[in-house]
């Protein structure tokens, strides 16, 4: 008895599943073949700018009394966009339908061609929700992949990358990482131990803002030599990377003792977990603040298995992001690594 109501449980929650996608798709295709219409309409008018207004407001008094309320001149602009931004019917049909008007009202406003088609593809593929999507474009999320002027190109590249074809793993690094939702105080300084706590206790966000392939394995992670015990903070697999990621924390300005702590972790994983079939162990430094003359003169400049990354615990202002992503670019500039600005 009780297999027979889970099967018609999960039977009647895929048939609402799909009824809800027939619905999405067409009403997506509605708003979307308005917004052609009213873009059409208005190239015959003479002057565009004052006979596309009335257009608007004309179909939104007619449409609200016809229909209730979603048809107001904003909705209207809206589907005008969403048109006139995927006019290209192959990527309404291959990529808008299989996201909510939701999602594709956030896509809208992102001005940039190749993170709007970013945000697009990801939120698809990564089920990314309404909320995550307009967070990670509030954060500049695909800006953040600092080490290619092409973000979409790095991922690419991780989803193709194996043991016989290197990757450069700088560039699948965030910089700097955007932790607004640990909701750390602001007025008063906090520990390692509870930045710690806060991460593990908003573990499926942070395993976000990380990026593709995380997995989360241990905390404080144990590690015997014949002659100590240490702790590694935090310890992630990158399925995609086929490698261990070791995280440590600190919470204030990097120093040079935190890079050798990394540097001798990291050394220490790879001879006493890694397996044959995986590849060098990952070490990242998160701290409050970069500095330059370290990242030059110590073995971060080298090491293609040691990095740090400044962490914003607080939503930054555009404006403050994207002088974030140019000091830490700056910083690899200075390194040799050649960047461009952010688009």
Known sequence: MKTVVLDVINI????RKKAYQSINAAMLEAYWLAGKRIV????EGLDRAEYGKSIIKQLSEELTARFGKGYSSTNLYD?????????DENIFRTLCGKLSWSHNRSIIRVLD???RLYYLKEAAEQNWSSRQLERNINTLYYQRLISSQNPKVVEDEMLSHTKDTPFDTRDFIRNPSVLEFLDLPSHYSYT?????QSLINNLQQFLLELGKGFAFVARQKHIRTEASDFFIDLVFYNYILKCFVII?????????QDIGQLDMYVKMFDDLERKESDNPTIGLLLCTQTDRTIAKYSVLNDSKQLFATKYLPYLPTEDELVAEIEREKQVLREQGVNYGKIK
Not at 12 to 15: A, P
Not at 192 to 196: A, D, N, P, S, W
Not at 248 to 256: F, M, V, Y
């Open 192 to 196: 390692e131990k509870q930045l710690e």
């Open 12 to 15: 009647i929650d895929e048939g």
């Open 79 to 87: 589907f005008k966009k969403f048109y006139a931004t995927f006019s």
């Open 248 to 256: 440590e924390l600190k919470t204030d300005k990097i120093t040079h």
């Open 113 to 115: 061609t190749e993170a």
């Open 40 to 43: 059409e309409e208005e190239l």
